[in-house]
């Protein structure tokens, strides 16, 4: 019996570190307060058309006022960890200049409450809310957002603000959160703030968000503890060809290209992939884009490497005329994927979560064995992973939420299974603590492990929080 308890349940090595994650705008709330400007994020919600609903953040979960108590939700998931992002704008207001004091000092409260809790807050510089400043709305004129090189050396600047201030006190830090969504979102298909639509300047913006990691990384190692440690995450894509026809293989090379390697190419393999050069340099003059040293700043050493996974993309070849027809029906053709719009998506078979993408936990697998077998004695950790579903309390108050333990089980399995196969990956976050602002979905989409209802602002912990405390504290999941 004791044998086959013993098998009967996934162990994690020891150490391994649970958590759960969220992100500045989608929680916070309290725009106005304290010091803190407007940002991208601000600016499009308040936009019409560009949120679901007309949602915006200016309230969201009130965290702001309510993170106590939401650190006590914490203790009771039995967090080991909780990831979170620092507001910019909060920080250093429009992005230029002194740090912000009443704005550090939320994080410096949250954090102390965090390790009053026996917590590890692991600080995230840049979830998406760029200053609005930066963007446009200097007195002086300039802006630009990520497009511009300048953006980059203002980041490295907020990193050294922001490492002076809580570096005693937070020793695991990340410096972007999924620049792909930043520049290609945000430049790109223009469904994210700042909501611009040119595929030369998303290719800009991705460079400079690039150079931000570096100039970020150099501020963060000159001014932390030798202790602490650095890492970016990055929603990397599990790329998969329809067929294994060669033209469907070349889709899946471009896409792992634009997708994948400009970042980690210059991040962690020591410059830009010559393939991605080619396949866009009818879209941006990169030679103009690149200056000397860029590659060697973008690669500066980092200690880990967050990845951010949600389902895999399955491509396939371009259909021939295709890009010709749809631009005689006048649909507009703003695509996320510069150099390669006209690849072919297809959804992955199987079940879907309520955001329509498929719930495939071998993507999750595969991705954590690719970039082991690409990225050898580089530590892993799973930065977010989750799903949405429609829940809803019912009469009793209870969420039963059996979808999300689901998934939960199924993705944490995975991981189990690919540490078990030689991937070294050191933790696991869930996204997320809580329902929040689904960026440009609104309130409409539950990703939380804690019910939030808006009207009250009522927390309540659905049957997934409390799987994932029962996993967290037997450091392990049951058998399939
Ligand atoms: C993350 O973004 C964010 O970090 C987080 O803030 C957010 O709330 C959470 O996930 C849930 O959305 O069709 O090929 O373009 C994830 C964003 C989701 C972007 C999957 C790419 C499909 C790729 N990614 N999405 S594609």
Same mark, same amino acid.
């Given at each position: 019996?004791?044998?086959s308890?013993?098998?009967?349940?996934?162990?994690?090595?020891?150490?391994f570190?649970?958590?759960?994650?969220?992100?500045?705008?989608?929680?916070e709330?309290?725009?106005?307060?304290?010091?803190?400007?407007?940002?991208?994020w601000?600016?499009f919600?308040?936009?019409?058309?560009?949120?679901?609903?007309g949602?915006?953040?200016?309230?969201?979960?009130?965290?702001?006022?309510?993170?106590?108590?939401?650190?006590?939700?914490?203790?009771?998931?039995?967090?080991?960890?909780?990831?979170?992002?620092?507001?910019?704008?909060?920080?250093?207001?429009g992005?230029?200049?002194?740090?912000?004091?009443?704005?550090?000092?939320?994080?410096?409260?949250?954090?102390?409450e965090l390790?009053?809790?026996?917590?590890?807050?692991?600080?995230?510089?840049?979830?998406?809310?760029?200053?609005?400043?930066?963007?446009?709305?200097?007195?002086?004129?300039?802006?630009?957002?990520?497009?511009?090189?300048?953006?980059a050396e203002?980041?490295?600047?907020?990193?050294?603000?922001?490492a002076d201030?809580?570096?005693?006190?937070?020793?695991? $830090?990340?410096?972007?959160?999924?620049?792909?969504?930043?520049?290609? %979102?945000?430049?790109?298909?223009?469904?994210?703030?700042?909501?611009?639509?040119d595929?030369?300047?998303? %290719?800009?913006?991705?460079?400079?968000?690039?150079?931000?990691?570096?100039?970020?990384?150099?501020? %963060? *190692? =000159?001014?932390?503890?030798?202790h602490?440690?650095?890492?970016v995450?990055?929603?990397?894509?599990?790329?998969?060809?329809?067929?294994?026809?060669?033209?469907?293989?070349?889709?899946?090379?471009r896409?792992?290209?634009?997708g994948?390697?400009?970042?980690?190419g210059p991040?962690?393999?020591?410059?830009?992939?010559?393939?991605?050069?080619?396949?866009?340099?009818?879209?941006?003059?990169?030679?103009?884009?690149?200056?000397?040293?860029d590659?060697? =700043?973008?690669?500066?050493?980092?200690?880990?490497?967050?990845?951010?996974?949600y389902?895999?993309?399955?491509?396939s070849?371009?259909?021939?005329?295709?890009?010709?027809?749809?631009?005689?029906?006048?649909?507009?053709?703003?695509s996320?994927?510069p150099?390669?719009?006209?690849?072919?998506?297809?959804?992955?078979?199987?079940?879907?979560?309520?955001?329509?993408?498929?719930?495939?936990?071998?993507?999750?697998?595969?991705?954590?064995?690719?970039?082991?077998?690409?990225?050898?004695?580089?530590?892993?950790?799973?930065?977010?992973?989750?799903?949405?579903?429609?829940?809803?309390?019912?009469?009793d108050?209870?969420?039963?939420?059996h979808?999300?333990?689901?998934?939960?089980?199924?993705?944490?399995?995975?991981?189990?299974?690919?540490?078990?196969?030689?991937?070294?990956?050191?933790?696991?976050? %869930?996204?997320?603590?809580?329902?929040?602002?689904? $960026?440009?979905?609104?309130?409409?989409? *539950?990703?939380?492990?804690v019910?939030v209802?808006?009207?009250?602002?009522?927390?309540?912990?659905?049957?997934?929080a409390?799987?994932?405390?029962r996993a967290?504290?037997?450091?392990?999941?049951p058998?399939?």
């Open positions: 019996a004791t044998a308890a013993a098998v009967d349940r996934l162990h994690f090595p020891p150490g570190l649970w958590g759960a994650a969220t992100a500045a705008y989608q929680i709330g309290a725009v106005a307060e304290d010091g803190r400007t407007p940002s991208i601000d600016t919600s308040h936009t019409p058309d560009k949120v679901a609903n949602d915006t953040g200016d309230i969201a979960c009130d965290h702001y006022h309510r993170y106590r108590t939401d650190v006590t939700l914490m203790s009771h998931l039995g967090l080991q960890a909780y990831r979170f992002s620092l507001s910019w704008p909060r920080v250093q207001p992005g230029r200049g002194p740090a912000n004091p009443a704005g550090l000092d939320f994080y410096r409260r949250l954090v102390d390790l009053d809790a026996g917590i590890q807050p692991v600080a995230t510089l840049y979830h998406w809310d760029l200053p609005q400043e930066l963007e446009t709305g200097h007195p002086d004129g300039s802006g630009g957002g990520w497009t511009e090189r300048e953006t203002r980041f490295g600047e907020y990193a050294a603000l922001a201030a809580l570096g005693d006190r937070v020793a695991l $830090w990340t410096t972007l959160n999924e620049p792909w969504c930043s520049a290609f %979102l945000g430049y790109g298909s223009g469904v994210h703030a700042p909501g611009r639509t595929p030369a300047l998303a %290719l800009r913006a991705a460079h400079h968000l690039n150079l931000a990691h570096g100039r970020a990384t150099a501020a %963060l *190692r =000159a001014t932390l503890p030798a602490a440690q650095i890492a995450s990055l929603n990397l894509h599990q790329v998969r060809p329809l067929t294994a026809d060669p033209a469907d293989l070349d889709a899946a090379r896409i792992d290209a634009v994948n390697r400009i970042f980690t991040m962690l393999s020591g410059g830009y992939p010559a393939d991605l050069l080619a396949d866009t340099e009818h879209v941006v003059d990169w030679n103009a884009l690149i200056r000397p040293g590659e060697a =700043a973008i690669g500066a050493p980092i200690d880990l490497l967050g990845i951010n996974y389902t895999p993309a399955v491509v070849a371009p259909t021939p005329g295709a890009a010709a027809a749809h631009h005689a029906h006048g649909e507009s053709a703003h996320p994927w150099g390669s719009a006209d690849v072919n998506f297809h959804a992955p078979p199987g079940d879907t979560t309520d955001m329509g993408w498929t719930i495939d936990p071998t993507g999750l697998y595969d991705l954590l064995m690719a970039v082991s077998r690409s990225h050898p004695g580089l530590p892993l950790a799973i930065t977010e992973n989750g799903a949405a579903f429609p829940d809803a309390p019912t009469a108050g209870q969420v039963r939420d979808d999300r333990i689901d998934y939960l089980h199924r993705h944490l399995a995975a991981v189990h299974q690919a540490v078990a196969d030689g991937a070294d990956v050191r933790g696991y976050f %869930l996204w997320s603590l809580l329902d929040n602002f689904e $960026w440009a979905y609104g309130y409409d989409k *539950r990703f939380g492990a019910h209802d808006y009207a009250t602002q009522l927390r309540t912990p659905k049957a997934s409390r799987w994932y405390a967290i504290g037997a450091n392990s999941v058998h399939l």
